[in-house]
């Protein structure tokens, strides 16, 4: 898909752009297929879907507008120590307080959380070391430590003001870090399916190694806006071309008999394993010789059973 209207790389998404974000959402395409056909890069598309509504409520018109009104903003919230209508110095304080409370609660740090709630809170959004140190009454080790932290999520930046150094945090913090949990949920899946294999998925290490892949495949995929419906048609056919084998495949082999391009079986068994929930009542194992095969979702009692069925039929 192309944009009407074409935009200068790295510039604000045009109206039209928008449109066809919004189109390529409804058609299921992929956030780096819908990038692709604009010209931009994936992470602009995932920002502007994760700050309008997500994948299910992003409109073009909405979102356009949105982002109009936060470009022509002229008053940014107030800081902590900063003279305004908002509130006396006191109350700031508390505020940027209690913010970082509620940071640390979610499980950040404290001292994080105090820098954080501190650079959240000034006009511009960044701060020297030097004036964390002053607003907050602490070591220059203790904000040296808090940065390295937050610079190692992604959630500030470092930027050189002539022989002095400054942190910074972006409106777009929040989603850069998003899509960063994203991608680590993701190496979780794939490297506990890799254990899976290595411990044996009868093991009981190895079912809960499965389980944790599952788990962190969908939390990961939700995360970067969910597989397109072209992808789970993959997934699903690979998943009954498996159970109509009724063998371990090798993928070159599963691509000769679906006629599929090699880099297309093997996404497809990837989502397929580390999606469980997209196989239905199958799973899908990759076995240590480097196939894969479709177990069915049954009990032994089940299995049992129903083997005597058939033999007795």
Request: charged share 25%; aromatic share 6%; hydrophobic share 40%.
């Amino acid at each position: 898909m192309n944009a009407t209207e074409v935009a200068m790389p790295g510039g604000r998404l045009t109206h039209d752009e928008r449109v066809a974000i919004a189109a390529g959402l409804a058609e299921g395409d992929g956030y780096a297929e819908i990038a692709r056909g604009l010209g931009r890069p994936t992470s602009t598309v995932t920002r502007e879907v994760a700050r309008n509504g997500g994948p299910r409520g992003y409109a073009a018109d909405r979102a356009h507008r949105a982002t109009t009104r936060r470009a022509r903003r002229q008053q940014p919230p107030l800081g902590a120590d900063e003279p305004g209508p908002a509130g006396n110095a006191e109350q700031r304080r508390v505020f940027v307080e209690e913010f970082a409370a509620i940071l640390a609660g979610a499980g950040i740090p404290r001292m994080v959380a105090r820098v954080l709630s501190c650079l959240y809170t000034t006009d511009a959004g960044a701060l020297t070391a030097g004036e964390l140190v002053d607003r907050l009454r602490v070591s220059p080790a203790s904000v040296s430590k808090a940065v390295a932290y937050l610079t190692a999520f992604d959630l500030l930046r470092r930027e050189r003001i002539g022989r002095r150094e400054r942190y910074v945090v972006d409106d777009d913090v929040w989603q850069r870090s998003w899509e960063s949990s994203a991608r680590a949920h993701l190496a979780w899946a794939d490297a506990a399916a890799r254990g899976a294999v290595v411990f044996g998925r009868e093991s009981p290490a190895g079912v809960r190694l499965a389980e944790l892949a599952g788990f962190f495949g969908r939390l990961g995929d939700d995360m970067s806006g969910g597989p397109s419906d072209a992808e789970v048609a993959d997934v699903l056919t690979v998943t009954a071309a498996l159970v109509h084998a009724g063998v371990a495949l090798r993928p070159a082999t599963l691509g000769n008999g679906l006629d599929w391009p090699a880099t297309r079986v093997e996404t497809a068994l990837h989502d397929a394993v580390r999606r469980a929930d997209l196989t239905g009542p199958v799973v899908i194992r990759r076995e240590r010789g480097g196939g894969y095969r479709a177990i069915p979702r049954l009990t032994r009692t089940q299995r049992t059973a129903l083997t005597a069925l058939a033999r007795s039929s």
